[in-house]
C-alpha cells in the first residue's frame, strides 16, 4: 500500500526529531565528559583502583574537572591511570596536589578526587605524574570493624565476668565491698596515714626552719661561717699536728730510755736493779746525817766557846738589823 504525503511527512518529522535528539545526548554526554572541549592529559599512580572504570568523573576540589582516559596496569603493584583534566581547571591544579580514589556517594560510582597541595608549588604541566594516596577500602574496614566487634564481645564477657566476681564477694575489690570489717580497717588505715603525712609535714616545716637557722651567725654553724673563725680553727689544727708530732717524739724517747733500762744500759738501772749499790747510797746518806748533825754539835760548842762568841753575837745583831729595816 503507497503511503500518503501526510504519512511521509509525519516519518521524516519523526526522523529529524529523533536524530535531533541523538546529537543533543551525544553532545551533553561528550561534554560531560570532556570529549569536546580543551582538556589536557594528568596521570597519577596506584596500587589498587578499587573497581575505577574508564569514563569515571575526576574532581578537583569537589568540582567536575575530567574523565578517567586510561587505566594502564604496569605490574602487579603499580597501575597508572590517565586522566583528561579541563583546561579551565588544569590551571590550578599544582605540582603538589594529591590524587585519591573514592566512591561517588554512598554506593555510587568510583571517581578520583584530587586534593590541592598546602605548598607554594606550580602548576602543573600536560602529561605530569602528581602522588596519589590509596585509601582504605570497604572490605578492610569490613575486617576492621568484624575484628573491633569480636575484641568488644570479648571485653563484655570478661566485664560482666569481672562484675559477677564483685557482686558474689570476691577478689580484692570484692571484699573491699562486702567486708565492712576491711573496709572499716582501711579507713583507720587511711586515717592514721593522713595524721602520719600531717606530721612528717610538720617535721619537715621545723627542719627548714633550722636549716634556715644555720645561716645566723650567733649559731655554732653561723659563727664557723666566719673566714677569721676559720682561720682561727685551721690555725689551731695546725698547732695540734706539730704538738701531736712532738709528743710522739717525745714519746719514742720514752720507750727507747726504757728500753735502755730494760737492757741493763745507765745508772737508773743500777739505781733500780743493784741492791748492793742502794745499800751503800742508803749508808752513805746516813753517815752524810751523823756528819751533818756533829756539825751542829760542833757549831754550837763553838758559839759558847770564849773565842768564836763575839763573832757570832756581830752575827745575830747583824740579822736582827736586816729584820727591822
Same mark, same amino acid.
Given at each position: 500500500?503507497?503511503?500518503?504525503?501526510?504519512?511521509?511527512?509525519?516519518?521524516?518529522?519523526?526522523? $529529524?526529531?529523533?536524530?535531533?535528539?541523538? &546529537? +543533543?545526548? %551525544?553532545?551533553?554526554?561528550? #561534554? /560531560?565528559?570532556?570529549?569536546?572541549?580543551?582538556?589536557?592529559?594528568?596521570?597519577?599512580?596506584?596500587?589498587?583502583?578499587?573497581?575505577?572504570?574508564?569514563?569515571?568523573?575526576?574532581?578537583?576540589?569537589?568540582?567536575?574537572?575530567?574523565?578517567?582516559?586510561? $587505566?594502564?596496569?604496569?605490574?602487579?603493584? &603499580? +597501575?597508572? %591511570?590517565?586522566?583528561?583534566? #579541563? /583546561?579551565?581547571?588544569?590551571?590550578?591544579?599544582?605540582?603538589?596536589?594529591?590524587?585519591?580514589?573514592?566512591?561517588?556517594g554512598l554506593v555510587g560510582n568510583m571517581i578520583i578526587n584530587i586534593i590541592p597541595g598546602k605548598g607554594t608549588k606550580p602548576s602543573v604541566d600536560p602529561g605530569d605524574e602528581i602522588k596519589s594516596l590509596s585509601r582504605v577500602r570497604t572490605d578492610e574496614m569490613l575486617n576492621t570493624l568484624g575484628i573491633t566487634n569480636k575484641n568488644a564481645a570479648n571485653l563484655t564477657a570478661n566485664l560482666l565476668k569481672i562484675t559477677k566476681e564483685i557482686t558474689d564477694g570476691k577478689g580484692t575489690v570484692g571484699l573491699l565491698i562486702k567486708d565492712s570489717i576491711l573496709a572499716n580497717d582501711l579507713r583507720e588505715t587511711?586515717?592514721?596515714?593522713?595524721?602520719?603525712?600531717?606530721?612528717?609535714?610538720?617535721?619537715?616545716?621545723?627542719?627548714?626552719?633550722?636549716?634556715?637557722?644555720?645561716?645566723?651567725?650567733?649559731?655554732?654553724?653561723?659563727?664557723?661561717?666566719?673566714?677569721?673563725?676559720?682561720?682561727?680553727i685551721k690555725t689551731i689544727v695546725h698547732n695540734l699536728d706539730k704538738s701531736s708530732s712532738a709528743i710522739d717524739t717525745v714519746v719514742g724517747n720514752l720507750n727507747s730510755t726504757i728500753v735502755n733500762i730494760k737492757q741493763g744500759k745507765g745508772a737508773l738501772n743500777y739505781l733500780s736493779n743493784d741492791p748492793r749499790l742502794v745499800q751503800k747510797i742508803d749508808s752513805t746518806m746516813t753517815n752524810i746525817k751523823e756528819a751533818s748533825s756533829r756539825l751542829n754539835e760542833n757549831m754550837e760548842a763553838l758559839k759558847h766557846n770564849f773565842l768564836f762568841r763575839g763573832y757570832f753575837k756581830k752575827q745575830e745583831k747583824a740579822k736582827l738589823k736586816e729584820q727591822q729595816k
Open positions: 500500500m503507497e503511503k500518503t504525503t501526510s504519512q511521509k511527512i509525519r516519518l521524516g518529522l519523526f526522523v $529529524i526529531s529523533g536524530l535531533f535528539i541523538f &546529537v +543533543i545526548a %551525544v553532545y551533553f554526554i561528550g #561534554d /560531560k565528559q570532556k570529549m569536546f572541549g580543551q582538556t589536557n592529559h594528568l596521570k597519577a599512580v596506584f596500587n589498587n583502583v578499587s573497581g575505577l572504570q574508564l569514563g569515571n568523573n575526576v574532581r578537583y576540589s569537589g568540582i567536575n574537572a575530567g574523565t578517567v582516559r586510561g $587505566i594502564n596496569m604496569v605490574n602487579d603493584t &603499580v +597501575i597508572e %591511570v590517565d586522566m583528561l583534566i #579541563d /583546561k579551565t581547571i588544569f590551571n590550578h591544579i599544582k605540582k603538589d596536589a594529591v590524587a585519591i580514589i573514592g566512591s561517588d587511711m586515717h592514721y596515714l593522713k595524721l602520719t603525712g600531717k606530721s612528717t609535714s610538720e617535721s619537715v616545716t621545723k627542719l627548714n626552719r633550722i636549716i634556715g637557722s644555720l645561716e645566723n651567725k650567733n649559731n655554732v654553724i653561723g659563727v664557723l661561717r666566719d673566714t677569721a673563725v676559720a682561720n682561727n
